[in-house]
């Protein structure tokens, strides 16, 4: 089972840039896809990037603004966001899984709130 902890939300001005970074456990962490979801007041959650074997993948809205690396030696999954938006206001989850394309996330972090101000 692998543990997950993000850290570096927080708030920012429309304009400024945050990088959030997700902590795992385990000795295993190069072995899972990872991913970052989002959750605004009264929204679902959505998906915002995910990293496998074969690339990194963004949702549209944050295309071009967001990037979502990984550090393999240190266990740790990074995504850089610049010219935040009010409406990138949300909690920032990291997520994990195993199993291809298709299969679930599994693997859950507690969340970071991140705050833009217009």
């Known amino acids: 089972q692998v543990q997950l902890v993000e850290s570096g939300g927080g708030l920012v001005q429309a304009g400024g840039s945050l990088r959030l970074s997700c902590a795992t456990s385990?000795?295993?962490?190069?072995?899972?896809?990872m991913g970052w979801f989002r959750q605004a007041p009264g929204k679902e959650r959505e998906f915002v990037a995910a990293?496998?074997?074969?690339?990194?993948y963004y949702a549209d809205s944050v295309k071009g603004r967001f990037t979502i690396s990984r550090d393999n030696a240190k266990n740790t999954l990074y995504l850089q966001m610049n010219s935040l938006k009010p409406e990138d206001t949300a909690v920032y989850y990291c997520?994990?899984?195993?199993?291809?394309?298709?299969?679930?996330?599994?693997?859950w972090g507690q969340g970071t709130q991140v705050t833009v101000s217009s």
């Open positions: 990293i496998n074997w074969s690339g990194a």
């Open positions: 997520a994990a899984k195993q199993g291809g394309t298709r299969s679930p996330y599994k693997h």
């Open positions: 385990g000795r295993t962490f190069s072995l899972y896809d």
